[in-house]
């Protein structure tokens, strides 16, 4: 995606705790949207941030800092079924979203 | 109907054949959008239209044509078919553009140009 950088994959543990980082350029910047994927299937949306700190929804949080360009996901008491790509988006100066290439977390038990 | 439906789920195109992606979405929204998905690439804007009647270019317009004549259908056109067009495209729509604005997308159509 257009300057918009992530890590391409992470494996974590069942149960554990997961942090996936996004950092973006902050120019034109209006908001930043985290949307799960899984294999062969539609991105969901998870969640918004346009203002600084962190918003908790269930076992699902996102921090953003606007001043730093960077975003991160972080999933608690994690189950299989979270497997999945998670992919953090940008809204620009054209209210368009541009897309981060995704991170493949993979789940083991 | 509920959501976004996109036809067909999969095609095997000749290139240089004329194809349309089908887009059909029962939530009345506003705007609606054209995505093309490839492995290690994010999803990448096609063509897009924030309300019926308007369409606008997104980052991958060229050799690619939409239409909005109603609420519900965006069909999204390859006048010719070139094997760079092979990908999953994805239909998304959102209720409000130019805002917080959550997308729903379709099941996405998986082509192959050969």
């Known amino acids: 995606g257009q300057n918009i950088d992530q890590p391409t994959e992470m494996t974590a543990t069942e149960g554990a705790i997961v942090q996936i980082n996004c950092t973006y350029q902050t120019s034109g910047f209006n908001g930043l949207f985290w949307y799960q994927q899984h294999a062969g299937e539609a991105p969901t949306f998870l969640s918004y941030?346009?203002l600084d700190g962190l918003e908790e929804k269930g076992r699902f949080s996102s921090f953003l800092s606007r001043s730093k360009g960077y975003s991160y996901l972080l999933l608690k008491e994690l189950q299989m079924k979270d497997s999945a790509s998670y992919l953090c988006a940008r809204l620009d100066s054209n209210y368009q979203l541009i897309w981060g290439a995704g991170t493949k977390l993979i789940i083991k038990p | 109907i509920a959501g976004i439906t996109q036809a067909p789920t999969s095609q095997i195109l000749a290139a240089g054949r004329r194809m349309t992606l089908r887009c059909t979405q029962d939530m009345r929204h506003n705007a609606m959008y054209w995505y093309r998905q490839d492995l290690g690439l994010g999803l990448r804007l096609i063509h897009y239209?924030?309300?019926?009647?308007?369409?606008g270019k997104g980052e991958v317009p060229d050799g690619y044509s939409v239409s909005r004549a109603n609420t519900d259908d965006f069909p999204l056109t390859l006048a010719s078919a070139v094997p760079s067009q092979t990908s999953v495209y994805f239909c998304a729509s959102s209720d409000r553009p130019g805002d917080y604005d959550e997308q729903f997308f379709g099941p996405g159509t998986r082509l192959t140009v050969l």
């Open positions: 239209s924030n309300t019926a009647g308007t369409t």
């Open positions: 941030n346009v």
